[in-house]
């Protein structure tokens, strides 16, 4: 990612959500409470992703946009708010058991807090990213209950996890605590990531849990999805987000020790959480994570 410019990823993803949420076949996938924050976020942004959400919500593109998606990543559409319907699932489960904060590492433009926000009135939420991306979602949420929903800005690729911004932020180590990294840890060095799990631990509480996805790095030690193009490898390079980490399942359960794997979920799991979905195509490679402190 540029430093001074918000990731390119978020802004896409944010897109996606826009964008299926208007498809009928598909809106039932993504709230509209989601749906309208990207909008004002794209809306917000800058000229061009303002007028990018205009021909998002035109019947015109979407033959166009599953054109685009076929020549780059098969299935990543339905991929992204599978990922994202069951990351929020494992995250209410977590608070509705008594988790009391969430902290989303590396947010993007991710409606997540925001819906949960309105939906569990006792609970804190932190965000952490890198400030070129953040800026512009403090500026869409400047009307949300500040009490609540904290802003850290941090650039974890130039920098390691800062405990102190955090807990200076109201953080409070002892109470349960809900960890997200979701599309993040890919575009972090095995170092990094490895630092970062480490940290999460010694801020968490017996019974904290940590869902974070990860590319599954293939048999010839490739990492990116299964159906990726050579034009998304050359786009992310462009774009200064290529992955960096992959791991195998059996190598991610030593790695992220102390922290215990409690359940993977898979493209597959993705496909079971809507009906319908037999016959489509979804993107193989991501893998989400539970872990159990």
């Not at 609970?123 to 904290?150: C, G, M, N, S």
């Not at 200064?240 to 799991?269: K, M, N, Q, Y």
Request: contains cysteine.
């Amino acid at each position: 990612m540029q430093n001074d410019q918000a990731s390119r990823t978020a802004l896409l993803i944010a897109a996606s959500l826009v964008l299926l949420h208007r498809n009928p076949k598909y809106s039932g996938l993504v709230s509209g409470t989601a749906a309208d924050l990207c909008a004002q976020i794209l809306d917000a942004h800058s000229a061009q992703t303002r007028l990018f959400l205009k021909i998002l919500r035109q019947d015109w593109f979407r033959p166009i946009a599953k054109s685009i998606e076929r020549i780059t990543i098969r299935g990543i559409l339905l991929h992204y708010v599978l990922r994202k319907k069951c990351i929020a699932g494992l995250v209410r489960s977590a608070l509705i058991n008594g988790a009391t904060q969430v902290v989303i590492i590396g947010a993007g433009f991710d409606p997540l807090s925001f819906e949960l926000h309105q939906e569990f009135p006792s609970v804190q939420f932190w965000e952490i990213d890198h400030p070129a991306t953040q800026r512009h979602k403090v500026r869409t949420l400047y009307k949300i209950d500040a009490e609540r929903l904290h802003f850290v800005a941090m650039d974890l690729s130039a920098t390691t996890f800062d405990n102190e911004a955090l807990i200076k932020n109201s953080f409070d180590p002892t109470q349960r605590t809900i960890w997200i990294a979701e599309g993040l840890l890919m575009y972090l060095t095995l170092d990094v990531v490895s630092a970062l799990v480490r940290t999460l631990k010694s801020l968490s509480a017996p019974g904290n849990q940590f869902v974070f996805t990860f590319m599954e790095r293939q048999s010839n030690g490739r990492i990116r999805f299964d159906s990726q193009s050579k034009l998304v490898d050359w786009w992310l390079c462009r774009r200064g987000e290529p992955f960096l980490w992959g791991a195998t399942r059996s190598e991610l359960i030593d790695r992220v020790r102390p922290w215990r794997v409690a359940r993977f979920f898979d493209h597959d799991d993705l496909r079971a959480l809507a009906s319908g979905l037999t016959a489509e195509r979804i993107a193989k490679g991501e893998v989400i994570c539970l872990a159990e402190a």
